[in-house]
């Protein structure tokens, strides 16, 4: 038989069956849309004003985009195309490039190691807020990245264990003064206490049963704050909660924010670290074979009940710290700040980076971030952007922007002089 060739061309893409599909798509869409899109009432002048150049933008977007979509759904049920060699494939691998190649990594590290100190005093502070918020998921999504990623654990009420840190340093600083350095641990403790609760009764747990229960345990956190006024001050929430200082330093304004910057940037970077011999270590291997295969990971000796807690405990501690210097840098918590759509944003930041994949969790944590703040020009359409992004993630590299390369330890062979 003779091969038939697989590959696609441009050019039926063009043919007039396509364009019919597409032109039908965004008519369909336009008629939709219209109420929404065309038609505003104008309450105070009881007038009704009609903006056409919409519904033309609006056509123009859905047309060439649904081409666009069956044209990429197209080449992707067509598989990808035969692959170089290794070394060619490498040359264009961004992250094979910065993590083999000395030559090119020491000078990526020192560039962006002066990007990050200079960045404070080249903005504004509200670009500084901004980035001081995007190090906060970076660390949480990092710590949920323990659970999810390398423990293979749906956790949906994360952000609990963020109230928890956030609340400890503000009840313990309103009623005992304990001063920001001191609550960054005892929250991160406190975290990991419950954590540990959590885990303990859902250890038999899997899937969807197990993101149901710890979605309720994030929900059963929040209504408790919320309600339990004589503890946590209700839905008024606590106020005036002191800045981190150092030594004794009245920092203004501008000052404490900078501070807080290069505070986050530490943590970020201690968690990187961690992370890194985590991954490597001994228990993350563990991990990683629980997530893989948990049967078979029992009957290789591998202590299922002690890693689940594990699991659970040190992802919880990230969640802790990012909690506190989340109160610190607001002054001002309340209920409403952890509720359960920031766990589906932490959630969907380790998916989109890459479940396992620290440099991913990075990237897709400042995408997440600061794209929805420089998109505020387009705030009637940023969040429609935005899932559209998403799906077409979920879509086209449902492995996520950097996904994690899978390990392979090999055992050095002995000479065969030395036999």
Known sequence: MSNVSTEIKPTSFLSFKELKKSLFTAVWFMILTLPIMVIKVNTIENTVEWHWN??????????????????????????????????????????????????????????????????????????????????????????????IGLGGMLHLGYIAFYAVGAYSYALLNYHFGVSFWLALPIGAGLSAIFGILLAI???????????????GFGEIVRIILENWNDFSFGPSGIANIPRPGLFGIDFSLPQVTTFIYFIMIGLVVFTIFLMIRLENSRLGRAWVAMREDEVAS????????????TAFSLGAVWAGMAGVVFASKTTFINPASF????????????????????????????????????????????????????VAMMVFRPGGLVPAKRKVYTFPQEEAGNE
């Open 298 to 309: 029992r009957a290789m000796g591998i202590d299922i009940r002690k890693n689940k807690l």
């Open 54 to 147: 919409r519904m033309v933008f609006v056509g123009l977007l859905i047309f060439f985009g649904s081409w666009g979509w069956r044209y990429l759904l197209a080449r992707r049920e067509m598989g990808p195309r035969p692959r170089k060699a290794e070394s060619e494939r490498k040359r264009f691998n961004l992250t094979a490039i910065l993590m083999e190649r000395k030559q090119v990594r020491t000078p990526t590290i020192i560039i962006l190691a002066v990007m990050v100190i200079v960045f404070p005093f080249i903005s504004s502070m509200y670009q500084t807020n901004i980035m001081i918020t995007a190090l906060n998921y970076i660390i949480l999504g990092l710590g949920l990245n323990i659970v």
């Open 201 to 215: 009764p859902v250890l038999r747990l899997r899937g969807d049963y197990l993101a149901i229960v710890t979605l």
């Open 339 to 390: 509720t359960i759509w920031e766990s589906v944003m932490v959630l969907s930041i380790v998916v989109l980076g890459g479940m396992g994949s620290i440099i991913g969790i990075i990237i897709a944590a400042l995408i997440m971030i600061l794209l929805p703040e420089y998109l505020r020009a387009f705030s009637e359409f940023r969040m429609l952007l935005f899932g559209f992004l998403l």
